[in-house]
């Protein structure tokens, strides 16, 4: 049983963290503390100026709430929203935060993926922790 759940959400279409909260759930001691993690990732410089002025700040607001939302109703859990690179933030935040497991979400990998690899292939190999992949 784990004492430190991470859960990276990730809020594209079709994505849903039932699945993984599920998993959370089963694999927790009692009093664990989970955490719903979302990584805002940084816009290039490029393509900076073309995003409205308060797209941003709304952006980090609308995600903020909606892990507070999912983290309503259960003992010891919170939403953290932080900024940077997927994969290697996500193997920051356990770290820093002493996390013994993560679950994260992975699609089914395609050539792309092979190549460069998925936030989940880059957690799995690099996390201290204990990880957990849910197709």
């Known amino acids: 049983m784990y004492n430190n759940i991470l859960i990276p959400v990730a809020f594209d279409e079709g994505k849903t963290v039932g699945a993984a909260l599920d ?28 995003v409205p002025t308060d ?16 983290a ?6 919170r939403g953290l929203l932080v900024e940077g690179h997927a994969s290697r933030t996500i193997i920051d935040v356990a770290e820093r935060e002493g996390a013994d497991c993560i679950v994260v979400a992975s699609h089914r990998p395609g ?15 690099h996390a201290k922790c204990a990880v957990h992949v849910l197709r």
Request: proline share 3%; no cysteine.
């Open 23 to 50: 998993v959370a759930k089963a694999l927790s001691a009692k009093g664990a503390q989970i955490t719903f993690l979302h990584v805002f990732e940084d816009i290039p410089n490029f393509a900076v100026s073309y």
């Open 55 to 70: 797209y941003l700040k709304e952006a980090r607001t609308a995600i903020q709430a909606e892990l507070d939302n999912l």
């Open 72 to 77: 309503d109703g259960l003992p010891n859990a």
């Open 111 to 125: 050539m792309q993926d092979f190549l460069i690899g998925s936030t989940a292939a880059q957690v799995v190999r």
